[in-house]
T-cell receptor, first 114, second 111 residues
Framework: DVKVTQSSRYLVKRTGEKVFLECVQDMDHENMFWYRQDPGLGLRLIYFSYDVKMKEKGDIPEGYSVSREKKERFSLILESASTNQTSMYLCASSLFSASNEKLFFGSGTQLSVL | QKEVEQNSGPLSVPEGAIASLNCTYS??????FFWYRQYSGKSPELIMFIYSNGDKEDGRFTAQLNKASQYVSLLIRDSQPSDSATYLCAVNNQAGTALIFGKGTTLSVSS
């Protein structure tokens, strides 16, 4: 089965730090996604990528950027972490279009910004 | 901004009963509809998808879609305590490139 691996399960950072969240998938999927999940707000799409070096903004891209230099790796970057970015971050991938295919999720990174 | 609405719950049903989970969406152009299950502390996993009006059955699960009413539901027959989880409804975005999720409905099945 597809494996989506997020580099850290728990992360604690200070306000103002630059934070990198890494995600790697092992099944040659075209599409990769970053969501954040907060109690009462559900899963919200931050950014996604449908090809190497291609990226699209999701619903809440402010304060984030992404990088996809290789097909298997999709990084989420918090340029200057703030306390309101404390959240569970979920990476996902799909083979082609997310509209008609299963999303495979990583196990998540719980980020705390102090 | 597309919206996907779900009652947050909790929805409580006894073991063996039918659990009915509902979802409405705002964009009439939506084509693809998914139900994901998320256990506490775990990642979402796909349980059903539906594209056409009507019912789609898979074991104890039935997804129902009514595009005219912009309504999609998930029925779980013979509910088990192991079905206790949060159920997320998801709909494709306007470009068809990503999924927009509802906030989820928490289901609790008591034995």
């Amino acid at each position: 089965d597809v494996k989506v691996t997020q580099s850290s399960r728990y992360l604690v950072k200070r306000t103002g730090e630059k934070v990198f969240l890494e995600c790697v998938q092992d099944m040659d999927h075209e599409n990769m996604f970053w969501y954040r999940q907060d109690p009462g707000l559900g899963l919200r799409l931050i950014y996604f990528s449908y090809d190497v070096k291609m990226k699209e903004k999701g619903d809440i891209p402010e304060g984030y950027s992404v990088s996809r230099e290789k097909k298997e790796r999709f990084s989420l970057i918090l340029e200057s972490a703030s306390t309101n970015q404390t959240s569970m971050y979920l990476c996902a991938s799909s083979l082609f279009s997310a509209s008609n295919e299963k999303l495979f999720f990583g196990s998540g990174t719980q980020l705390s910004v102090l | 901004q597309k919206e996907v609405e779900q009652n947050s719950g909790p929805l409580s049903v006894p073991e063996g009963a039918i659990a009915s989970l509902n979802c409405t969406y705002s964009d009439r152009g939506s084509q693809s509809f998914f139900w994901y299950r998320q256990y506490s502390g775990k990642s979402p996993e796909l349980i059903m998808f539906i594209y056409s009006n009507g019912d789609k059955e898979d074991g104890r699960f039935t997804a129902q879609l009514n595009k005219a009413s912009q309504y999609v539901s998930l029925l779980i027959r013979d509910s088990q305590p192991s079905d206790s989880a949060t159920y997320l409804c998801a709909v494709n975005n306007q470009a068809g490139t990503a999924l927009i999720f509802g906030k989820g409905t928490t289901l609790s099945v008591s034995s």
